[in-house]
């Protein structure tokens, strides 16, 4: 591993995404740090602070300290049943590098443009408006206008952003925090829109695999609700110890 360029992605999963400071503490153990980061939904605000020079640790405490678990603010039902504006006044609060240029890790982030029905990933722009366009679950969530488009959650067509890394790294790692649990409980509209999402994010997971050098999936994510936030340590837990037993070198030596 040596001299060599990792890259890693961060899935979307919602409160899942505590489980990617788990694995980034465990990966930074064994001498594994990003070179470059790509992020989406809940990927995309924990790779931020990781790009901006902050160690899994140190995101972890900021994230529990100042509440970032009290994401989400009910909204008049117009282009969304909630807003995310709250996360945003976070970010703004507490990220203290607050433009790409100024990140340390070079880091892209993938959002979907309702506009023209694409994705995009992205490494210049207003970076904490993008973060909170990347985390904006279609209909759950309220879009966010850039530049005069509308833009969603960029799971929406690419829920693990392996593609900004091609070509740039020796190595790519992807972190998914998003495996699909059966359910039994669909019974409102917030539930029925998460898990249409869910279920559309998903279908692309085979393909990326096949593309990455190292596919991280801890074991027991599909056990916490996407919106519960309640378990923050216990996915950094799940997370790390996940990590922690994997034999990194076997995946490396190919």
């Not at 961060?10 to 470059?36: C, N, Q, Y």
């Not at 980061?37 to 300290?65: C, N, P, W």
């Not at 679950?137 to 693990?160: A, E, H, M, Q, T």
Request: aromatic share 8%; proline share 4%.
């Amino acid at each position: 591993m040596e001299n060599e360029k990792i890259g890693i992605a961060l899935s979307g999963g919602g409160a899942r995404g505590f489980a990617h400071l788990g694995v980034l503490k465990a990966l930074e153990e064994k001498g594994i740090t990003p070179d470059i980061i790509s992020g989406v939904s809940a990927g995309a605000i924990v790779g931020a602070f990781i790009a901006s020079g902050k160690k899994a640790d140190e995101v972890m405490a900021i994230m529990k300290e100042n509440k970032f678990t009290d994401y989400a603010k009910a909204n008049l039902p117009i282009n969304g049943l909630l807003s995310l504006n709250n996360l945003r006044d976070k970010l703004e609060k507490h990220l203290d590098k607050q433009a790409f240029s100024e990140l340390e890790i070079p880091f892209y982030i993938a959002i979907s443009d309702l506009n023209e029905g694409k994705v995009e990933y992205l490494n210049e722009g207003p970076l904490i408006s993008i973060i909170q366009a990347s985390a904006s679950i279609p209909v759950l969530f309220s879009p966010v206008k850039i530049d005069g488009r509308l833009y969603v959650d960029g799971g929406l067509f690419d829920n693990l952003p392996i593609k900004p890394l091609l070509g740039s790294c020796d190595k790519i790692i992807a972190v998914n925090a998003m495996p699909i649990e059966r359910t039994e409980k669909i019974d409102n509209l917030v539930e029925i829109a998460l898990r249409t999402f869910q279920l559309s994010v998903s279908g692309k997971n085979k393909e990326m695999k096949r593309k990455c050098d190292l596919f991280i999936e801890p074991k027991g994510l599909k056990d916490f609700h996407i919106l519960d936030t309640k378990h923050a340590d216990k996915l950094f837990e799940i997370g790390y110890d996940y990590c922690s037993n994997l034999n990194i070198e076997l995946f490396w030596s190919y």
